[in-house]
């Protein structure tokens, strides 16, 4: 692996053995977070357009966001009329989600918008009052995915994580969700410091060091530096390195080797964009 005067290998900060460990728990990522993202309105088009009219071309009504985070692709979906169920393993960014739901109750559309917390390891057991008969897509984007560590060194929780996804579809239901090209940060030893998903003007730089254990890649952890006007806030995030020829195979060894599989790039057809920053995969659960 070629090194680069940004990259460094460090030890890991600790892991919780207990299902997702919540990154934003001393709140302060969470805060920074909520105002890198920024308002829904500044939500790239692309990003907006790309899911959006995904899920209207397929039929999708009822969506289960299971990395809402502070809300934003929750927010975004309500206001484009769909039926959205949210949960997420950080209280602290979920506050931020209530308090829009709060804020915003007079319109049906958020009144009737459910937010909880839930684990993904328990995910089904834990949202299952509002399974009913399935969800028409379960999408889980921004990285989200890549925060849930490989505790035993086999990816059995990812793999049991994604099980619990594929449950809480419907027969024909999708699911989306993505990582970063992580292959390219291992080969390069650098993240883009610009994120497709969000329209941010506050970004200012992005440290990338990797965990290397038993010759492997464990760990990817960016090192965030926030401009937030007078205050430069730094905090680290930590995510496991998914390699897309890995990934694929987990998918459809979940889904069935038959169902519907599509990559895209940076939200364009994969063919138009064959480095991307993010691969966003979207699988169809069996009929």
Known sequence: MPESENTMYIRSNGISAEGTRDQYADGKAAKVWEVFIGDTKVRTMNYRNFLVNMLRNRGCRRILDVACGTGVDSIML????????????????????????????????????????????????????????????VICLGNSFAHMPDNFGDQREQKQAITNFEKCLRPGGLLFID???????METGSAPSK????????????????????????????????????????????????????????LRDIFGHNSYHEIFGDFKELRDNDNPAFYIHLIEKSE
């Open 78 to 137: 309500v206001e484009e009329g769909f039926e959205v169920v949210s949960c997420d393993a950080s209280d602290k960014m979920l506050k931020y989600a209530l308090k829009e739901r709060w804020n915003r109750r007079k319109e049906m559309s958020f009144e009737n918008w459910v937010i909880e917390e839930a684990n993904w390891l328990t995910l089904y057991d834990d949202i299952k009052d509002h399974v009913k008969g399935g969800f028409d897509a």
């Open 179 to 185: 990582h970063r090209n992580y292959d390219s940060i």
């Open 195 to 250: 994120s497709i998903y969000y329209n941010s003007k506050h970004m200012t730089d992005i440290k990338t060091s990797v965990l290397i254990v038993a010759g492997k890649p464990a760990m990817v952890s960016l090192d965030y530096l926030i401009s937030t006007g007078d205050e430069t806030s730094e905090f680290r995030l930590s995510y496991y390195p998914h390699q897309l020829e890995v990934f694929k195979k987990i």
